[in-house]
């Protein structure tokens, strides 16, 4: 008999002559092994029974577990399965590590003789290549994701690999811009008509994909207040041609054009409205008249009406940055997500209460509920006009 490849299943001749297959399909609560057993009058009519078996377990979600399963083997069907649970953002960057490290350096590992010194050569293999330790580390927590779930799925992994510490996050100099840079940075804006998509960063703490995907009916310009439950984001095809997209169940989108989609934005505590200042009322306002016509309503698009990309947007961000003539002390840009960093460092040294913050930014470090969010505007609006007038924010009008 022809030697079989893996994954073809356990394949004997009975003394009758028939062949029988079995496929292993996990373990059951008692630790037992599970199998399933098919019977041919050739060999590769069992293999072809076989594969059908697999097929079907896979389409019903289950996972098909052998002694013998490698690392690759099982990251090629934790990623199917990943994809169905996470944004289509965090999955990429997960199949990233997959794909570049965890593969090349333990693919060929057998899940259950996997070892302490196997889970730090990832490390190795990583800063070696003269990566930061902030990669080593997402590497290695996705490593650990892996294994914990192919506990879950009835593979065996030795329980003390679990307890492996991954490397530390290298250190970086992301922090809230300056107050003497925030003011310049808002005094360029204050003089081009989209001078409320950076006000949305500065003063709001808007994330960058809110920001863009921030349509007018979610804003109140009588009321005073945004809105925000949406954010512009790119899914992946499942099908180009038919116009199918990966989805995560549950999650609640929005199609625009093309890949691009309106997400719900990424917690429960993101879902938030933000009161605003009347110096933002009046940029809106006044941007309003003259804004791109977008087809989906959207606030900040680009010049044809489509939806801005991150790409576009972060390079008006540098440009308004050249235009103030600000740069990080180390030379480089500041980062869009740094804007809101100063939006939070702002609001606590004005000594507002972290609650008040969290409503604001919609963070969900400090837990409050969606019901002290909404009943307490009128302090949220109090903590956002006082950081307006520390910004010189007090002008009911723009300039021009």
């Known amino acids: 008999m022809a030697r079989r490849m893996k994954g073809e299943g356990g394949i004997t001749q009975r003394k009758d002559?028939?062949?029988?297959?079995?496929?292993?399909?996990?373990?059951?609560?008692?630790?037992?092994?599970?199998?399933?057993?098919?019977?041919?009058?050739?060999?590769?009519?069992?293999?072809i029974k076989l594969a059908a078996e697999r097929k079907a377990l896979t389409e019903h979600g289950a996972v098909v577990t052998s002694a013998r399963t490698t690392v690759h083997t099982w990251a090629d069907q934790w990623l199917a399965l990943h994809e169905t649970v996470v944004r289509s953002s965090s999955e990429a960057t997960d199949r990233s590590a997959v794909r570049l490290w965890i593969i090349p350096v333990l693919g060929r590992k057998r899940l259950d003789a996997i070892?302490?010194?196997?889970?730090?050569?990832?490390?190795?293999?990583?800063?070696?290549?003269?990566?930061?330790?902030?990669?080593?580390?997402?590497?290695?927590?996705?490593?650990?994701?892996?294994?914990?779930?192919?506990?879950?799925?009835?593979?065996r992994v030795p329980p003390r690999i679990l307890l492996v510490k991954g490397p530390p996050?290298?250190?970086?100099?992301?922090?809230?811009?300056?107050?003497?840079?925030?003011?310049?940075?808002?005094?360029?804006?204050?003089?081009?008509?989209?001078?409320?998509?950076?006000?949305?960063?500065?003063?709001?703490?808007?994330?960058?994909?809110?920001?863009?995907?921030?349509?007018?009916?979610?804003?109140?310009?009588?009321?005073?207040?945004?809105?925000?439950?949406?954010q512009l984001d790119t899914l992946p095809y499942l099908d180009r041609d038919a116009g199918t997209f990966k989805v995560k169940p549950g999650l609640r989108v929005r199609h625009l054009e093309g890949a691009w989609h309106l997400t719900e934005v990424k917690t429960e505590h993101g879902e938030r409205t933000i009161p605003l200042v009347p110096w933002m009322a009046a940029a809106l306002t006044a941007w309003r008249k003259v804004a791109p016509t977008s087809p989906h309503g959207l606030i900040w698009p680009r010049a044809d009406g489509r939806p801005r990309s991150d790409r576009d947007d972060r390079a008006e961000w540098h440009a308004l940055q050249d235009q103030a003539g600000v740069r990080h002390a180390s030379g480089r840009y500041y980062g869009v997500h740094e804007a809101r960093h100063t939006c939070a460092t702002l609001l606590m040294v004005a000594g507002v209460d972290p609650k008040i913050i969290t409503a604001i930014l919609g963070h969900s470090s400090i837990v409050t509920s969606r019901l002290y969010m909404h009943t307490d505007e009128a302090t949220k609006r109090a903590a956002l006009e006082g950081i307006a007038a520390r910004l010189g924010l007090l002008a009911p009008q723009l300039e021009g």
């Open 17 to 47: 002559g028939r062949y029988m297959g079995t496929i292993e399909t996990g373990w059951d609560a008692a630790g037992k092994r599970r199998r399933k057993t098919v019977y041919g009058r050739t060999q590769r009519e069992v293999v």
């Open 115 to 155: 070892t302490p010194a196997d889970i730090r050569s990832l490390t190795t293999a990583i800063t070696t290549a003269g990566r930061s330790s902030t990669t080593a580390h997402r590497a290695h927590a996705v490593l650990m994701k892996m294994l914990r779930d192919a506990i879950l799925e009835g593979h």
């Open 169 to 230: 996050l290298a250190p970086h100099d992301r922090d809230a811009i300056p107050l003497a840079d925030a003011l310049l940075l808002l005094d360029v804006a204050s003089r081009r008509p989209d001078a409320s998509r950076w006000v949305a960063a500065l003063l709001q703490g808007m994330r960058q994909g809110e920001c863009l995907g921030l349509t007018w009916d979610a804003v109140d310009l009588d009321a005073g207040r945004i809105t925000v439950n949406w």
